[in-house]
């Protein structure tokens, strides 16, 4: 198995964002290979505390090791950053000076063919699990449900124009065979779609993108998750989100704004009855993107956004 290697995105961006300071307490609820996280054990010294969480054994173990100059002061969990509220009970952490949640896929994920991530990989696994241990993969979804939820899972996920052709030739090429190749996804993908449209180059970014996070259930609370995990912060601590497309992008800054507000009264009521009150300062009122020269080295870092919010109350 090669090394676990994933370049960290925007990493100056989120650590100032983050404002690190020495003796903090972190939450890194998605730990990849640490990149981040050993910037914040390193900017927190000598007492700075980090709880990190991760699904994938991989990431997990390249990140321990990554991170054991910094030994006593970090605790990784096997969890996934949505069971927040287990995981800083078990590490016995109540209040936190700062929250990052990168939810880009690894290079490493990406790169590795037995990952099934990836429509680049004609023969690659249809897997697309960040926690292997899990038994529900890609070629399950494509196999088993019904051209209704797949072309839905598509649309929703993937906001695929040509979702009911795709879903439909699915359903029609596995009826002769089961779908087990990436590769076998890909052509159905393309074939599915006029031709004019496939002028610009592959088309299937899109579908295996959906999959993956229905697979994954990438979406699946994460409204929530951002309240919960911004009402753990301390007065004057911060959250940093980086999203990679439009769907989790909108979901953040949805979030943000629900914080943000002083009252979700009807508009038509006299006076207030909600008792909401203003909980944190968005400090990005337009997203953070990547710079040129980052993305010149790191093209999976033109579609990233970082968002950053700062407790008030």
Same mark, same amino acid.
């Given at each position: 198995?090669?090394?676990?290697?994933?370049?960290?995105?925007?990493? *100056?961006?989120?650590?100032?964002?983050?404002?690190?300071?020495?003796?903090?307490?972190?939450?890194?609820?998605?730990?990849?290979?640490?990149?981040?996280?050993?910037?914040?054990?390193?900017?927190?010294?000598?007492?700075?505390?980090?709880?990190?969480?991760?699904?994938?054994?991989?990431?997990?173990?390249?990140?321990?090791?990554?991170?054991? *100059? =910094?030994?006593?002061?970090?605790?990784? =969990?096997?969890?996934?950053?949505?069971?927040?509220?287990?995981?800083?009970?078990?590490?016995?952490?109540?209040?936190?000076?700062?929250?990052?949640?990168?939810?880009?896929?690894?290079?490493?994920?990406?790169?590795?063919?037995?990952?099934?991530?990836?429509?680049?990989?004609?023969?690659?696994?249809?897997?697309?699990?960040?926690?292997?241990?899990?038994?529900?993969?890609?070629?399950?979804?494509?196999?088993?449900?019904?051209?209704?939820?797949?072309?839905?899972?598509?649309?929703?996920?993937?906001?695929?124009?040509?979702?009911?052709?795709?879903?439909?030739?699915?359903?029609?090429?596995?009826?002769?065979?089961?779908?087990?190749?990436?590769?076998?996804?890909?052509?159905?993908? *393309?074939?599915?779609?006029?031709?004019?449209?496939?002028?610009?180059?592959?088309?299937?970014?899109?579908?295996?993108?959906?999959?993956?996070?229905?697979?994954?259930?990438?979406?699946?609370?994460?409204?929530?998750?951002?309240?919960?995990?911004?009402?753990?912060?301390?007065?004057?601590?911060?959250?940093?989100?980086?999203?990679?497309?439009?769907?989790?992008?909108?979901?953040?800054?949805?979030?943000?704004?629900?914080? *943000?507000?002083?009252?979700?009264?009807?508009?038509?009521?006299?006076?207030?009855?909600?008792?909401?009150?203003?909980?944190?300062?968005?400090?990005?009122?337009?997203?953070?993107?990547?710079?040129?020269?980052?993305?010149?080295?790191?093209?999976?870092?033109?579609?990233?956004?970082?968002?950053?919010?700062?407790?008030?109350?």
């Amino acid at each position: 198995m090669k090394e676990f290697a994933h370049v960290s995105v925007m990493l *100056e961006e989120c650590l100032k964002g983050l404002n690190v300071k020495n003796g903090g307490v972190y939450f890194d609820g998605t730990l990849g290979g640490g990149g981040h996280s050993y910037e914040i054990l390193k900017r927190s010294a000598p007492d700075g505390r980090l709880i990190a969480t991760d699904l994938d054994d991989d990431a997990i173990a390249a990140a321990d090791k990554r991170l054991s *100059e =910094f030994d006593g002061r970090y605790k990784i =969990f096997k969890s996934n950053y949505k069971d927040y509220e287990n995981v800083l009970s078990l590490a016995g952490v109540d209040k936190l000076d700062g929250v990052l949640l990168d939810f880009g896929i690894s290079s490493y994920q990406i790169d590795s063919e037995e990952r099934g991530f990836s429509y680049l990989k004609p023969d690659a696994p249809l897997d697309m699990r960040m926690d292997r241990t899990s038994d529900f993969t890609a070629e399950r979804l494509l196999n088993e449900y019904s051209y209704k939820d797949i072309a839905k899972i598509l649309k929703e996920y993937g906001e695929e124009k040509f979702a009911n052709n795709i879903a439909a030739n699915i359903v029609k090429a596995r009826e002769k065979k089961p779908l087990t190749k990436c590769g076998e996804l890909t052509d159905i993908i *393309e074939s599915s779609i006029p031709a004019k449209f496939r002028r610009n180059g592959p088309c299937a970014r899109q579908s295996f993108q959906a999959i993956r996070i229905a697979v994954n259930g990438e979406l699946d609370g994460l409204y929530d998750c951002v309240l919960g995990l911004t009402r753990r912060l301390k007065r004057g601590g911060r959250i940093a989100i980086l999203t990679f497309h439009s769907l989790e992008d909108r979901i953040v800054k949805q979030a943000f704004k629900m914080l *943000e507000c002083d009252c979700i009264c009807d508009k038509s009521l006299p006076v207030c009855v909600c008792d909401k009150r203003k909980e944190i300062e968005i400090l990005t009122k337009k997203p953070i993107t990547a710079s040129e020269r980052e993305t010149a080295v790191n093209s999976r870092s033109k579609c990233a956004k970082l968002r950053i919010a700062e407790k008030t109350t």
